[in-house]
């Protein structure tokens, strides 16, 4: 009998001959072959047109779907209006004269890139969650029984304080307590039914991804459907209450005297539970409370800002106050629940101040794209803390460390780079992947914008490229962000101002879409606000998580609140 544990390391045989080692296949017929059978496989079907590869390249050849309406012939295009393949008869016939075609392998490759991303989101978040879900609940059922237990001890002790009149009334509470228990244990285990047959459910969702990802048959892809929505979509937490007995002391009634119990609960509490993620934060003292995302956002106030030409920039100095600027040479300070003009600061070149930021001792940062500065103001006096050669700065931002990090694009507009400073210091440049090739498009029109998440991931906006670029602490490439398919007024992603909150959410303004987006750390996309938003352009948070969006035309910003 072979070993098991070297049955893999056998040679494949040919599947005609059941003797030779394969080093032929069709990929028509998914048939392995020796080189002998070749042809007595083409004699055996000669209406199919056979394609032949070396063994290691199977399933290399995409398998047409045959037309419907004209025999024998392959679809290699497709009709996006009709949604169906067509073939080059169907073309030919002026049936599809005028509509937009798609080369089959095309759809075929969207297709299949939809589907690994969804067994990757089946197999890497939802199903560990579900399995997570699960664990809690068998968790706090073990707990449900340990601490009933020990409601029923309470109550058996202080039984034991009073004679046999009253075992009857012991045995009655008891009861209750076991048919309250009994209740919750029940409806604990109907859930979790529910929660296991999902997460085999999934294990069957994942199972089918996994084997149409194998496949090049493009009729079978084609029919896969997708029930990853549903699983996204969490259970509601049953949350349990234990009753509490109450004892008495022994005197009077004895019914009322001896003790009640009080009722027990079970609450369905729909974000109790959340999407389980495979990036770890690093380790920075104690995690910040989780909040969720409110069901509707709301604008908390609005101030008008008094700028004559456009708003672009806003900055919270702190919970009361923020800076802002736009285009003219002056940055303004107003205060946020009186909507006044604190102070008002003028570049010292006179030029406009492309982005602001603030530093952890409260100074204000510009940037002076003209005069190829980065700018602190300390006590209403400029200092130039950093003069560029060759390159002019456009976005910067503080990091959690109280280093400066500046977008920059060189004189001749073909490169972009990041580079991070301690003091006039340069301590880090980011410019390129591992591939070499450039992680920031070039030719900026407008502003590039920056910010560092939570977990020290640094954020861009690249309106270029029409993507957000995150790299970790170290300059390597985790995502790209090109905004969701259903944007709000159906136009191209266009990324401008970039902020973070504490919970590692990335929200970045889509200047076309009159919207901002909302991301998580690893990319995911979470959720649009609007609010009715005019333009926006610039943004900001503040220590409370409220959003401050800077609106380009009615220069006016908004402070929304969108977390819970």
Same mark, same amino acid.
């Given at each position: 009998?072979?070993?098991?544990?070297?049955?893999?390391?056998?040679?494949?045989?040919?599947?005609?001959?059941?003797?030779?080692?394969?080093?032929?296949?069709?990929?028509?017929?998914?048939?392995?072959?020796?080189?002998?059978?070749?042809?007595?496989?083409?004699?055996?079907?000669? %209406?199919?047109?056979?394609?032949?590869?070396?063994?290691?390249?199977?399933?290399?050849?995409?398998?047409?779907?045959?037309?419907?309406?004209?025999?024998?012939?392959?679809?290699?295009?497709?009709?996006?209006?009709?949604?169906?393949?067509?073939?080059?008869?169907?073309?030919?016939?002026?049936?599809?004269?005028?509509?937009?075609?798609?080369?089959?392998?095309?759809?075929?490759?969207?297709?299949?890139?939809?589907?690994?991303?969804?067994?990757?989101?089946?197999?890497?978040?939802?199903?560990?969650?579900?399995?997570?879900?699960?664990?809690?609940?068998?968790?706090?059922?073990?707990?449900?029984?340990?601490?009933?237990?020990?409601?029923?001890?309470?109550? !058996?002790?202080?039984?034991?304080?009073?004679?046999?009149?009253?075992?009857?009334?012991?045995?009655?509470?008891?009861?209750?307590?076991?048919?309250?228990?009994?209740?919750?244990?029940?409806?604990?285990?109907?859930?979790?039914?529910?929660?296991?047959?999902?997460?085999?459910?999934?294990?069957?969702?994942?199972?089918?991804?996994?084997?149409?990802?194998?496949?090049?048959?493009?009729?079978?892809?084609?029919?896969?459907?997708?029930?990853?929505?549903?699983?996204?979509?969490?259970?509601?937490?049953?949350?349990? %209450?234990?009753?509490?007995?109450?004892?008495?002391?022994?005197?009077?009634?004895?019914?009322?005297?001896?003790?009640?119990?009080?009722?027990?609960?079970?609450?369905? &509490?729909?974000?109790?539970?959340?999407?389980?993620?495979?990036?770890?934060?690093?380790?920075?003292?104690?995690?910040?409370?989780?909040?969720?995302?409110?069901?509707?956002?709301?604008?908390?106030?609005?101030?008008?800002?008094?700028?004559?030409?456009?708003?672009?920039?806003?900055?919270?100095?702190? &919970?009361?106050?923020?800076?802002?600027?736009?285009?003219?040479? !002056?940055?303004?300070?107003?205060? =946020?629940? /009186?909507?006044?003009?604190?102070?008002? =600061?003028?570049?010292?070149?006179?030029? =406009?101040?492309?982005?602001?930021?603030?530093?952890?001792?409260?100074?204000?940062?510009?940037?002076?794209?003209?005069?190829?500065?980065?700018?602190?103001?300390?006590?209403?006096?400029?200092?130039?803390?950093?003069?560029?050669?060759?390159?002019?700065?456009?976005?910067?931002?503080?990091?959690?460390?109280?280093?400066?990090?500046?977008?920059?694009?060189?004189?001749?507009?073909?490169?972009?780079?990041?580079?991070?400073?301690?003091?006039?210091?340069?301590?880090?440049?980011?410019?390129?992947?591992?591939?070499?090739?450039?992680?920031?498009?070039? #030719?900026?029109?407008?502003?590039?914008?920056?910010?560092?998440?939570?977990?020290?991931?640094?954020?861009?906006?690249?309106?270029?490229?029409?993507?957000?670029?995150?790299?970790? /602490?170290?300059?390597?490439?985790?995502?790209?962000?090109?905004?969701?398919?259903?944007?709000?007024?159906?136009?191209?992603?266009?990324?401008?101002?970039?902020?973070? &909150?504490?919970?590692?959410? =990335?929200?970045?303004?889509?200047?076309?879409?009159?919207?901002?987006?909302?991301?998580?750390?690893?990319?995911?996309?979470? #959720?649009?606000?609007?609010?009715?938003?005019?333009?926006?352009?610039?943004?900001?948070?503040?220590?409370?998580?409220?959003?401050?969006?800077?609106?380009?035309?009615?220069?006016?910003?908004?402070?929304?609140?969108?977390?819970?």
């Amino acid at each position: 009998m072979m070993d098991p544990r070297t049955s893999a390391q056998d040679l494949m045989r040919c599947d005609l001959c059941e003797t030779a080692v394969v080093q032929m296949h069709c990929d028509t017929c998914l048939v392995n072959l020796c080189t002998a059978c070749v042809g007595k496989h083409f004699s055996a079907d000669l %209406s199919k047109p056979h394609k032949i590869v070396d063994f290691q390249d199977r399933k290399s050849t995409p398998i047409y779907p045959g037309c419907k309406t004209h025999d024998k012939e392959q679809c290699e295009m497709y009709c996006n209006k009709c949604d169906i393949p067509v073939c080059l008869s169907c073309l030919t016939s002026n049936q599809h004269l005028g509509h937009e075609l798609s080369k089959f392998l095309e759809v075929f490759n969207e297709k299949m890139e939809i589907i690994k991303q969804e067994h990757n989101e089946l197999n890497d978040k939802i199903y560990p969650t579900y399995q997570d879900i699960a664990s809690d609940l068998q968790n706090r059922m073990s707990q449900l029984e340990k601490e009933y237990g020990d409601l029923s001890t309470a109550i !058996t002790k202080h039984g034991e304080d009073w004679h046999r009149e009253i075992d009857k009334l012991v045995k009655k509470l008891k009861a209750e307590v076991h048919e309250m228990k009994n209740t919750q244990l029940q409806t604990l285990q109907k859930h979790l039914d529910e929660i296991n047959q999902k997460i085999s459910d999934i294990k069957d969702e994942i199972n089918k991804f996994e084997t149409a990802i194998d496949c090049n048959d493009l009729s079978k892809l084609l029919s896969i459907t997708s029930n990853v929505l549903l699983y996204r979509n969490l259970p509601h937490k049953i949350m349990s %209450s234990l009753p509490k007995f109450t004892p008495g002391k022994i005197q009077g009634e004895l019914c009322k005297l001896f003790g009640a119990l009080s009722s027990s609960s079970l609450i369905s &509490d729909k974000h109790g539970y959340s999407m389980k993620t495979t990036q770890k934060s690093p380790e920075t003292g104690s995690s910040p409370p989780v909040k969720q995302l409110l069901d509707k956002p709301e604008t908390v106030t609005t101030i008008h800002t008094g700028y004559r030409d456009n708003l672009y920039n806003v900055v919270c100095l702190s &919970d009361e106050e923020i800076w802002t600027s736009g285009y003219d040479s !002056t940055t303004k300070l107003y205060s =946020i629940n /009186q909507g006044s003009l604190v102070k008002s =600061i003028t570049t010292k070149s006179g030029k =406009i101040p492309l982005d602001i930021a603030v530093k952890k001792s409260g100074d204000l940062v510009y940037t002076d794209y003209k005069d190829r500065t980065v700018n602190t103001v300390k006590n209403e006096k400029i200092e130039e803390v950093i003069r560029l050669q060759n390159w002019k700065p456009k976005g910067v931002c503080t990091t959690s460390s109280g280093d400066l990090l500046v977008i920059m694009v060189s004189d001749d507009d073909t490169q972009t780079k990041v580079v991070c400073y301690s003091g006039s210091t340069e301590k880090q440049s980011i410019q390129f992947d591992d591939k070499g090739k450039p992680l920031y498009s070039p #030719r900026s029109l407008y502003n590039r914008y920056i910010t560092e998440n939570e977990n020290l991931d640094i954020c861009v906006s690249d309106d270029r490229a029409g993507a957000v670029v995150v790299v970790n /602490q170290a300059g390597k490439l985790r995502f790209r962000y090109t905004g969701h398919t259903a944007a709000l007024k159906n136009t191209p992603f266009y990324p401008r101002g970039i902020t973070t &909150d504490s919970q590692s959410h =990335i929200l970045t303004v889509d200047v076309n879409n009159y919207c901002v987006h909302i991301i998580d750390q690893d990319g995911q996309f979470l #959720r649009y606000l609007d609010c009715g938003l005019s333009r926006p352009w610039g943004l900001c948070i503040d220590t409370n998580d409220n959003l401050f969006v800077a609106q380009l035309w009615n220069k006016h910003v908004k402070k929304i609140k969108y977390l819970q």
